[in-house]
């Protein structure tokens, strides 16, 4: 823990030492280069403080994440920075040495001195990010976008061509801190007229408590054939400091307890027909399944008892890694999967048609949107809500829409 203190405070003196150079050749107004430090300053340090009285008992207050949506910001403006000058100190280093062992210049005036067009270009390619990480942080996270799909289907029953769904994933209620702004999220929802909506996992950041101020909101959710949902790992509590066991278990039921209170239908490794002029759809929900470290509660064999191959079948599972891993390779085809948990990192380029990325996809190959392996499509939610950095850049809050249509057959 020591070193990594150490490692720390060296990235970040490097940080505000190369800023400040560029700060200083830019301007020569003093109060500027003050208000920068100051500034600057005050958003490590009270970064630091937040980090240090960190309370898991407590989990990720607003505060916390606002020092950390704050710090994220500067950093990103700094190491771009950084990597401007390094570029023109790669000139003037060779320029140095030669004017020291060549013509015997000595003191500070063999180092050519910053060229003020360098620190102006560098600055405002840093304004760019530094900018939209503050807008993701005031507009961003509340920016709800519909994405709407048709995808077709051999095995579809006939009754259910034409059937819509609506997905959303990851809501992260206690993240929240604008009752209004939700509202207007669920209300879209709502507006989509969806015959059934679709929920996959994180309803809360780590205890069920966050949930009670926003319950009455979601409770409002409403399709023909209900809501159904699954645990995210964040469900579990597994990232609080419990006093004991008991208490975490109590926390989990009570999650379960109000989920039902607020008419959504939780799927735990098990499933549900919904039913249309006799005949059925398999809406199938495994606990949280994620590669790596993350949780392992999922049992998909367990979650498809009563349900035959030849079913038509949704799968609700929250860690897109669990496709890869366990359904593509099933004996039993999954016509489609929803998952939710990567957010999309919240932060990326994403234009339809065009370009999507997000560094989230070095860890997650199927991070955002629709995927298909053979007869199998995934559908990973960009997220409802945001966690840690209070705020959405490009990976906006994402309520999907998917209509379900029977493939047509070419006589």
């Given at each position: 823990?020591?070193?990594?203190?150490?490692?720390?405070?060296?990235?970040?003196?490097?940080?505000?030492?190369?800023?400040?150079?560029?700060?200083?050749?830019?301007?020569?107004?003093?109060?500027?280069?003050?208000?920068?430090?100051?500034?600057?300053?005050?958003?490590?340090?009270?970064?630091?403080?937040?980090?240090?009285?960190?309370?898991?008992?407590?989990?990720?207050?607003?505060?916390?994440?606002?020092?950390?949506?704050?710090?994220?910001?500067?950093?990103?403006?700094?190491?771009?920075?950084?990597?401007?000058?390094?570029?023109?100190?790669?000139?003037?280093?060779?320029?140095?040495?030669?004017?020291?062992?060549?013509?015997?210049?000595?003191?500070?005036?063999?180092?050519?001195?910053?060229?003020?067009?360098?620190?102006?270009?560098?600055?405002?390619?840093?304004?760019?990010?530094?900018?939209?990480?503050?807008?993701?942080m005031y507009r961003g996270k509340y920016n709800y976008k519909v994405s709407s799909y048709e995808l077709e289907f051999d095995d579809l029953p006939v009754s259910f061509d034409g059937f819509k769904l609506t997905h959303i994933s990851d809501i992260h209620c206690g993240?929240?801190?604008?009752?209004?702004?939700?509202?207007?999220?669920?209300?879209?929802?709502?507006?989509?007229?969806?015959?059934?909506?679709?929920?996959?996992?994180?309803?809360?950041?780590?205890?069920?408590?966050?949930?009670?101020?926003?319950?009455?909101?979601?409770?409002?959710?409403?399709?023909?054939?209900?809501?159904?949902?699954?645990?995210?790992?964040?469900?579990?509590?597994?990232?609080?400091?419990?006093?004991?066991?008991?208490?975490?278990?109590?926390?989990?039921?009570?999650?379960?307890?109000?989920?039902?209170?607020?008419?959504?239908?939780?799927?735990?490794?098990?499933?549900?027909?919904?039913?249309?002029?006799?005949?059925?759809?398999?809406?199938?929900?495994?606990?949280?399944?994620?590669?790596?470290?993350?949780?392992?509660?999922?049992?998909?064999?367990?979650?498809?008892?009563?349900?035959?191959?030849?079913?038509?079948?949704?799968?609700?599972?929250?860690?897109?890694?669990?496709?890869?891993?366990?359904?593509?390779?099933?004996?039993?085809?999954?016509?489609?999967?929803?998952?939710?948990?990567?957010?999309?990192?919240?932060?990326?380029?994403?234009?339809?048609?065009?370009?999507?990325?997000?560094?989230?996809?070095?860890?997650?190959?199927?991070?955002?949107?629709?995927?298909?392996?053979?007869?199998?499509?995934?559908?990973?939610?960009r997220g409802f809500g945001y966690l840690a950095y209070p705020g959405r850049v490009g990976m906006w809050p994402e309520i999907t829409v998917i209509t379900l249509k029977k493939r047509k057959i070419d006589v």
């Amino acid at each position: 823990m020591f070193y990594r203190w150490i490692f720390f405070i060296l990235i970040i003196g490097l940080t505000q030492w190369y800023s400040f150079q560029c700060i200083k050749t830019f301007s020569q107004n003093k109060y500027l280069r003050i208000l920068y430090i100051n500034v600057s300053l005050l958003i490590i340090v009270n970064f630091i403080f937040q980090i240090i009285n960190y309370d898991r008992s407590e989990g990720f207050t607003h505060m916390i994440s606002y020092s950390l949506g704050f710090f994220i910001s500067l950093f990103v403006f700094q190491f771009i920075i950084i990597i401007g000058l390094i570029f023109e100190d790669i000139i003037r280093f060779p320029q140095a040495l030669y004017s020291f062992f060549n013509q015997g210049i000595t003191g500070q005036d063999f180092f050519p001195q910053r060229r003020k067009f360098i620190s102006q270009i560098t600055l405002t390619i840093a304004s760019i990010p530094f900018g939209a990480l503050l807008y993701g942080m005031y507009r961003g996270k509340y920016n709800y976008k519909v994405s709407s799909y048709e995808l077709e289907f051999d095995d579809l029953p006939v009754s259910f061509d034409g059937f819509k769904l609506t997905h959303i994933s990851d809501i992260h209620c206690g993240s929240f801190d604008n009752p209004e702004k939700v509202k207007y999220g669920i209300d879209l929802i709502n507006k989509q007229e969806s015959d059934v909506i679709m929920f996959t996992g994180d309803l809360v950041n780590n205890v069920s408590k966050e949930l009670n101020p926003w319950k009455d909101l979601f409770s409002s959710l409403k399709a023909e054939h209900g809501v159904y949902s699954i645990l995210g790992n964040h469900d579990y509590g597994d990232y609080m400091n419990w006093d004991n066991d008991q208490d975490k278990i109590n926390n989990l039921d009570n999650l379960k307890k109000i989920q039902n209170e607020m008419g959504f239908k939780l799927l735990l490794n098990e499933n549900d027909f919904i039913i249309k002029n006799g005949e059925k759809l398999a809406v199938i929900g495994v606990e949280n399944w994620g590669a790596g470290g993350f949780k392992k509660s999922g049992d998909l064999n367990k979650a498809i008892e009563g349900v035959s191959n030849a079913d038509f079948k949704i799968l609700l599972s929250h860690d897109p890694s669990h496709w890869n891993n366990q359904v593509v390779p099933h004996n039993f085809i999954f016509p489609l999967t929803l998952s939710g948990h990567t957010h999309g990192m919240q932060f990326g380029i994403d234009i339809p048609g065009w370009i999507k990325w997000s560094p989230i996809k070095w860890r997650y190959p199927e991070f955002a949107g629709l995927y298909q392996k053979a007869k199998q499509y995934l559908y990973v939610n960009r997220g409802f809500g945001y966690l840690a950095y209070p705020g959405r850049v490009g990976m906006w809050p994402e309520i999907t829409v998917i209509t379900l249509k029977k493939r047509k057959i070419d006589v």
